[in-house]
């Protein structure tokens, strides 16, 4: 069954970009959909994007002008670039399988990035 | 964009009591809805997709219901590993329900 492991800086100074890597195990990254999501300390899930097979995006309309998501098929790694942060995008991100009509049936265990200088 | 409600922000309940949850959508999502559970420090768990259909190894305890833009969480008789943050999605996802112990 597929696995998933987000790596990356758990510090990230304001105005700075973002950059996780999500691995994946136990299945071709090119076979499914992905997706991440993010929930700050304390508080609900936020969607932030969605790839595809074609590699198109789906990305939050509120988020959608400083995120970048990409698949590298020779790594089997789903990569999340945001930009711009702020201490707004303190949280722990999630990377996640997906099926179709964005249904998530597998999440890596997350990772949390602060936001501080 | 369609926005997600849910209805009660917090749900008090007994063991072996019945929870009932409500999911709201700001215009119609057909029966495209799923349900996760969140504990604390863990990743949520898909429970339903398609509006009431039960994801692999969920117990028969929770059902969904509903379609179009109100949608209903079951869980007929609360066990102990049942109090959780339980939210629903559809794309984006709603604020979330906690269910806790009264």
């Known amino acids: 069954q597929v696995q998933l492991q987000e790596s990356g800086p758990g510090r990230v100074k304001p105005s700075e970009t973002l950059s996780l890597t999500c691995t994946v195990s136990g299945g071709s990254i090119s076979s499914y959909y992905w997706s991440w999501i993010r929930q700050p300390p304390g508080k609900g899930l936020e969607w932030i994007g969605n790839?595809?097979?074609?590699?198109?995006?789906n990305d939050n309309p509120s988020l959608q002008s400083r995120i970048a998501i990409s698949v590298d098929t020779s790594t089997n790694q789903l990569s999340l670039k945001l930009s711009s942060v702020t201490t707004a995008d303190t949280a722990v991100y999630y990377c996640?399988?997906?099926?179709?009509?964005?249904?998530?049936?597998?999440w890596g265990q997350g990772t949390l990035v602060t936001v501080s200088s | 964009e369609i926005v997600l409600t849910q209805s009660p922000a917090t749900l008090s309940l007994s063991p072996g009591e019945r929870a009932t949850l409500s999911c709201r959508a700001s215009?119609?999502?057909?029966?495209?809805l799923a349900w996760y559970q969140q504990k604390p420090g863990q990743a949520p768990r898909l429970l339903i997709y398609d509006a009431s259909s039960r994801a692999t190894g969920i117990p028969a305890r929770f059902s969904g219901s509903g379609s179009g833009t109100d949608f209903t969480l079951t869980i007929s008789s609360l066990e102990p590993e049942d109090f959780a943050v339980y939210y629903c999605?559809?794309?984006?996802f709603g604020p979330g329900t906690k269910v806790d112990i009264k």
């Open positions: 215009q119609s999502v057909s029966i495209y």
């Open positions: 999605q559809h794309r984006s």
């Open positions: 790839i595809y097979h074609s590699g198109s995006t």
């Open positions: 996640a399988k997906i099926r179709l009509h964005g249904y998530i049936d597998f």
